[in-house]
């Protein structure tokens, strides 16, 4: 029994802990892990090199979304030198361990992290890892969720436990409402903005306020994608009538009697009046206005009606440089040759309505390359059930099958013209570091929205203007 104030951190790590361990780390079972196409071989690779097999093959999933080709008519074969033999090695060891595959062509293929809470495999309360950064984004449902190298990920799938350290929490207030036109992505980018790209290191952050519940799910899944970009271990948030009813239906998620005592529980899962946070932080999102990235890391931002920063940093300096851009310049207005709506981050229905209400009636700019890929199979055939991929293709955008794609030049796909010229891309998606898309490629980040609305333009534009 626990009679102290807890927070829902504390209560779902509590929930998990198998044993202490004489290091001081705990010992967590892991209620879920999910491979994916680049990871994967070597996670099978190590079980077999140890002898291991899979300790519970309804605990793991697999799905292609790294490494395949996004063009439409894909098969095995990718744009990425050797990823064909990473493609088959994967569905191979899948099949021989039993493990359940989203495979391409599969209606449930996607994104890890997209996936997994369409699919109702990450639940609120839930533990769930996979080898990739970005799995926090499994928080916006209340799963505690983080991202683990490939030899952890060996240790998971062959004793469904893992060793961590108790992480240091936080709580970040969003306070006041967005204004209109203002998405998830902007709020998240502009807490990055205010405290750093470090702001949460070393933590494990719950993300509230008014501002938090008034989103729906696809945005809070947007907030978590970005814990790590504030250095955060991971973050979530606690779920509530919105989270039940998005999660109610889902293929994975308990039905009829098993439902109800899961709602019940899950009700549960709200941090304690009283409970001890290492540290709490806060974000009027009154003011928030649309958001842009100027830098080559996701702190180094502004508003689109705002100037590139006026610091003096060696680290500003060589972002500067990098973006060939000057101190005090606007960013409304700078040209872009590229626009791309997708990855974990943004690639959901709603963010595709979002673009799609700014796209329609209207047409790409002359000379703008610009693409969508939907985050799963089961969003782009929703999209196109909604008639998105006409809008987009009117326009001049390329609709493509659902995967990582540009967020980081997987599947061989890039921007940057074979080597020849760097491109400036604006983007819907998490990391804007030198040559995320490419060789030279300078990435603006940016909400699916504003990614639209400076597609349309030829140039980075408010996508306010357009929506009104």
Known sequence: MHDQARTIIEKIWDAHAVADINSGQTLLHIDRVFLHDRAGPTVYAGLQAAGRPVSNRELVFGTMDHIIDTHPGRGDDTLLKGGTNFIREFRAASLRHGVR???????????????????????????????????????????LAWGIGTSEGEHAVATQTLARTRPKTMRINFNGRAQAGVTAKDLILALIGKYGATGGAGHAIEFAGEAIRALDVEGRLTICNMAVEFGAWTGLIAPDDVTFDWLAGRPFAPSGDAWDAAVRHWRTLRS?????WDAELELDC???????????????????????????????????????????????????DAAFIGSCTNSRLPDLRAAAQVVQGRKVADGVKALVVPGSTEVKRQAEAEGLDRIFREAGFEWRESGCSLCFYAGGDNFDQHGVAARRVITSTNRNFEGRQGIGVRSHLASPATVAASAIAGCIADPRLLLN
């Open 101 to 143: 595959l989203f495979d391409i062509g599969d209606t449930r293929q996607g994104i890890s992290h997209v996936v997994a809470p369409e699919q109702g495999i990450a639940l609120p309360g839930s533990t769930l890892v996979c080898c990739d950064s970005h799995t926090c984004t499994n928080g916006g449902i209340g799963a």
């Open 272 to 276: 304690d009046a009283g409970a001890r």
């Open 286 to 336: 009154s003011t928030v206005a649309p958001q842009v990235t100027w830098g080559t890391d996701p702190g180094q931002v502004c508003a689109i009606d705002g100037v590139v920063t006026t610091s003096l940093s060696a680290s500003a300096e060589r972002a500067l440089a990098y973006m060939a851009l000057q101190r005090g310049q606007p960013i409304l207005g700078q040209p872009i």
